[in-house]
């Protein structure tokens, strides 16, 4: 951060209620005066303020001193939240009193100009003083922000004859300044010889607000060192400072920063002078060649520029131009070519400018290309011809080498691709930023339309997705109705197939076993003879005659014959109640008391 030092506040009276005067905090901190920075940092170091601004005015000392016995002088020093106590002889200058009392703050890497002033004697202050600080910033920071504001700075090139009116922003350094100065008159910094800034202007570092220029616009001239460079003792002894700046430490035009030697300004030097271009010719790969031009760029301007896309023109098309019309954003082509005056200060101050890089990563996909090779250049247009039409490419051969580097801003619409601006290289930061917001509102007027759309297309779709879902279910219902209904058929199916089989079973069984029962005995025959009467579930009687020899075997076996196997029902007497089932079937007639004749019923078995 660099910051001048603003007037002294010094209080002149001794104070009835303490050893530091009658002054409260609201003083030091009263509000500061409403002129624009530039005029206040000068009068800080370069002038006197007038009687009437609170801060202290030194009185001019006569022609005769008359000499006088010094006297310890007690400040009490005030910085922003910080105070120290300095006791100093009358006869030291204000500027060692400065000197200690911002050491700690230049400790600190501020820049704060002292006030050059002849002895403290002259001032007449009292042996007890209460003394303010404030910087540049802190002191205009409540009336307007720095960084808001430009000067216009209009720069005569005295060799060339040529004037360039130049927009800074008011935190620009004076060595930023002459980089750029550099770029375009081709005089590397150690060899610039200015006129023009003022007696403020002492160090580069400073930025122009506490510079002491005139705002809104200042007049300079720069030439060609063709002298040594004038003393420090000389340059205070001049009005108008002719500043050299000193080549000593740091030589500004090799700075890794900017990445440009005296050889390579705006492509004013030849191409053999060049470290490396930004784009190899004839690269195979689109990726490839972007890659190398973003560490290129980078390595020349900075890391502070737009995210280039990665990727053929085609890709970064699809990228902006075919997602949710709510993903879409407008695509920047930039077009750099080396030869054109105007790139290097169009890709320092536009691209790499913090409000720039900051709007085209929200908004746009930036993709970049360089045309100062021929083939690279012609590769350019087939690629333009192929997605944007033959009339982008015939308005890109139009313009001529000094006219680059070129802003494209692309919008994608329904059927074809159209561009909105076609920004040139002889542009400010303000203008550029008008020019892409004008785009932008193009762009989302034409974006709230698609959205619409989309939206209506989407709940189209969505209705009949639903519709469609709808009918799938019920075609889904009818299908698992109609399965259970023949599931169920076919079970009956099934269930009649294995009872018709269990029947014919039964009834083979039944057939096999009267077959086998022998036959029925006659009472003729003289043998005993045993006659049965059988009741069945029904209601029905079956009777037979059996030898009274017979096995219950036959007996059970003729029940079986008449549909009533011994496994499903159990064969009973009268009186006394006898399950004849659970009687051995080897046992005969008779000795089961069956003889000669019995009344016995059939009953289902539990």
Same mark, same amino acid.
């Given at each position: 951060?660099?910051?001048?030092?603003?007037?002294?506040?010094?209080?002149?009276?001794?104070?009835?209620?303490?050893?530091?005067?009658?002054?409260?905090?609201?003083?030091?901190?009263?509000?500061?005066?409403?002129?624009?920075?530039?005029?206040?940092?000068?009068?800080?170091?370069?002038?006197?303020?007038?009687?009437?601004?609170?801060?202290?005015?030194?009185?001019?000392?006569?022609?005769?001193?008359?000499?006088?016995?010094?006297?310890?002088?007690?400040?009490?020093?005030?910085?922003?939240?910080?105070?120290?106590?300095?006791?100093?002889?009358?006869?030291?200058?204000?500027?060692?009193?400065?000197?200690?009392?911002?050491?700690?703050?230049?400790?600190?890497?501020?820049?704060?100009?002292?006030?050059?002033?002849? /002895?403290?004697?002259?001032?007449?202050?009292?042996?007890?003083?209460?003394?303010?600080?404030?910087?540049?910033?802190?002191?205009?920071?409540?009336?307007?922000?720095?960084?808001?504001?430009?000067?216009?700075?209009?720069?005569?090139?005295?060799?060339?004859?040529?004037?360039?009116?130049?927009?800074?922003?008011?935190?620009?350094?004076?060595?930023?300044?002459?980089?750029?100065?550099?770029?375009?008159?081709?005089?590397?910094?150690?060899?610039?010889?200015?006129?023009?800034?003022?007696?403020?202007?002492?160090?580069?570092?400073?930025?122009?607000?506490?510079?002491?220029?005139?705002?809104?616009?200042?007049?300079?001239?720069?030439?060609?060192?063709?002298?040594?460079?004038?003393?420090?003792?000389?340059?205070?002894?001049?009005?108008?400072?002719?500043?050299?700046?000193?080549?000593?430490?740091?030589?500004? /035009?090799?700075?890794?920063?900017?990445?440009?030697?005296?050889?390579?300004?705006?492509?004013?030097?030849?191409?053999?002078?060049?470290?490396?271009?930004?784009?190899?010719?004839?690269?195979?790969?689109?990726?490839?060649?972007?890659?190398?031009?973003?560490?290129?760029?980078?390595?020349?301007?900075?890391?502070?520029?737009?995210?280039?896309?990665?990727?053929?023109?085609?890709?970064?098309?699809? /990228?902006?131009?075919?997602?949710?019309?709510?993903?879409?954003?407008?695509?920047?082509?930039?077009?750099?070519?080396?030869?054109?005056?105007?790139?290097?200060?169009?890709?320092?101050?536009?691209?790499?400018?913090?409000?720039?890089?900051?709007?085209?990563?929200?908004?746009?996909?930036?993709?970049?290309?360089?045309?100062?090779?021929?083939?690279?250049?012609?590769?350019?247009?087939?690629?333009?011809?192929?997605?944007?039409?033959?009339?982008?490419?015939?308005?890109?051969?139009?313009?001529?080498?000094?006219?680059?580097?070129?802003?494209?801003?692309?919008?994608?619409?329904?059927?074809?691709?159209?561009?909105?601006?076609?920004?040139?290289?002889?542009?400010?930061?303000?203008?550029?930023?008008?020019?892409?917001?004008?785009?932008?509102?193009?762009?989302?007027?034409?974006?709230?339309?698609?959205?619409?759309?989309?939206?209506?297309?989407?709940?189209?779709?969505?209705?009949?997705?639903?519709?469609?879902?709808?009918?799938?279910?019920?075609?889904?219902?009818?299908?698992?109705?109609?399965?259970?209904?023949?599931?169920?058929?076919?079970?009956?199916?099934?269930?009649?197939?294995?009872?018709?089989?269990?029947?014919?079973?039964?009834?083979?069984?039944?057939?096999?076993?009267?077959?086998?029962?022998?036959?029925?005995?006659?009472?003729?025959?003289?043998?005993?003879?045993?006659?049965?009467?059988?009741?069945?579930?029904?209601?029905?009687?079956?009777?037979?005659?059996?030898?009274?020899?017979?096995?219950?075997?036959?007996?059970?076996?003729?029940?079986?014959?008449?549909?009533?196997?011994?496994? /499903?029902?159990?064969?009973?007497?009268?009186?006394?109640?006898?399950?004849?089932?659970?009687?051995?079937?080897?046992?005969?007639?008779?000795?089961?008391?069956?003889?000669?004749?019995?009344?016995?019923?059939?009953?289902?078995?539990?």
């Amino acid at each position: 951060m660099v910051s001048a030092l603003a007037p002294f506040n010094f209080s002149s009276e001794a104070s009835q209620t303490g050893p530091y005067g009658p002054h409260s905090q609201s003083e030091a901190t009263a509000p500061a005066p409403s002129a624009p920075p530039s005029s206040a940092s000068a009068s800080a170091s370069s002038s006197p303020p007038s009687s009437s601004s609170p801060a202290f005015c030194p009185v001019q000392p006569s022609r005769h001193i008359v000499e006088r016995q010094s006297r310890m002088l007690s400040f009490r020093v005030e910085y922003r939240q910080r105070s120290t106590d300095v006791v100093l002889e009358d006869a030291s200058t204000v500027g060692e009193h400065t000197r200690l009392c911002v050491r700690e703050i230049r400790a600190r890497g501020w820049y704060v100009s002292v006030l050059r002033v002849s /002895e403290m004697a002259d001032l007449s202050l009292n042996e007890t003083n209460l003394l303010f600080i404030y910087t540049v910033v802190y002191f205009f920071s409540a009336q307007q922000g720095l960084s808001s504001q430009n000067y216009l700075l209009v720069i005569s090139h005295r060799e060339a004859q040529r004037d360039y009116n130049l927009n800074f922003p008011a935190s620009k350094t004076i060595q930023e300044v002459k980089r750029n100065i550099s770029d375009l008159t081709n005089i590397p910094v150690r060899h610039q010889q200015w006129d023009g800034w003022p007696a403020s202007a002492s160090d580069d570092s400073m930025t122009l607000a506490s510079s002491g220029i005139s705002y809104p616009c200042h007049h300079l001239t720069v030439c060609r060192r063709s002298s040594p460079a004038l003393t420090v003792d000389q340059t205070d002894e001049c009005t108008d400072v002719h500043m050299v700046s000193d080549s000593e430490g740091e030589d500004l /035009e090799d700075a890794p920063e900017f990445g440009v030697d005296e050889s390579e300004i705006f492509g004013m030097g030849s191409s053999s002078c060049r470290k490396s271009p930004m784009m190899p010719e004839n690269s195979e790969n689109e990726g490839d060649a972007l890659l190398h031009f973003t560490a290129e760029f980078s390595r020349r301007y900075g890391d502070c520029h737009p995210v280039f896309y990665i990727g053929s023109l085609e890709a970064a098309s699809q /990228e902006a131009f075919y997602g949710k019309a709510r993903d879409r954003k407008l695509l920047a082509i930039y077009l750099h070519n080396d030869e054109s005056v105007l790139s290097n200060v169009f890709c320092s101050q536009m691209m790499c400018a913090d409000s720039i890089v900051s709007y085209l990563s929200q908004n746009f996909i930036t993709w970049a290309w360089d045309v100062t090779k021929e083939a690279n250049k012609a590769r350019l247009l087939t690629m333009c011809t192929r997605h944007f039409g033959s009339v982008v490419a015939q308005t890109i051969r139009t313009y001529k080498t000094d006219q680059f580097p070129l802003l494209l801003i692309v919008m994608g619409k329904r059927t074809s691709n159209e561009v909105l601006n076609v920004i040139q290289g002889n542009t400010t930061v303000d203008e550029l930023m008008m020019r892409l917001m004008g785009a932008m509102e193009i762009f989302t007027a034409q974006q709230q339309e698609d959205i619409k759309d989309e939206d209506e297309r989407e709940a189209r779709e969505m209705v009949k997705r639903e519709q469609d879902e709808a009918y799938r279910l019920s075609l889904e219902a009818d299908r698992k109705k109609r399965e259970a209904q023949e599931r169920e058929e076919a079970e009956q199916v099934r269930q009649e197939r294995i009872r018709k089989e269990q029947e014919e079973e039964r009834e083979a069984i039944r057939l096999s076993l009267e077959q086998a029962l022998p036959p029925e005995p006659k009472e003729e025959g003289g043998e005993p003879i045993s006659k049965l009467r059988i009741r069945t579930p029904s209601g029905k009687f079956l009777e037979r005659q059996f030898l009274g020899s017979c096995k219950l075997q036959v007996l059970f076996d003729f029940v079986a014959s008449k549909g009533y196997p011994s496994d /499903e029902f159990k064969l009973l007497t009268t009186f006394p109640r006898r399950n004849i089932t659970q009687i051995d079937p080897a046992w005969s007639l008779v000795e089961a008391k069956l003889f000669p004749q019995e009344t016995l019923f059939l009953e289902a078995k539990e």
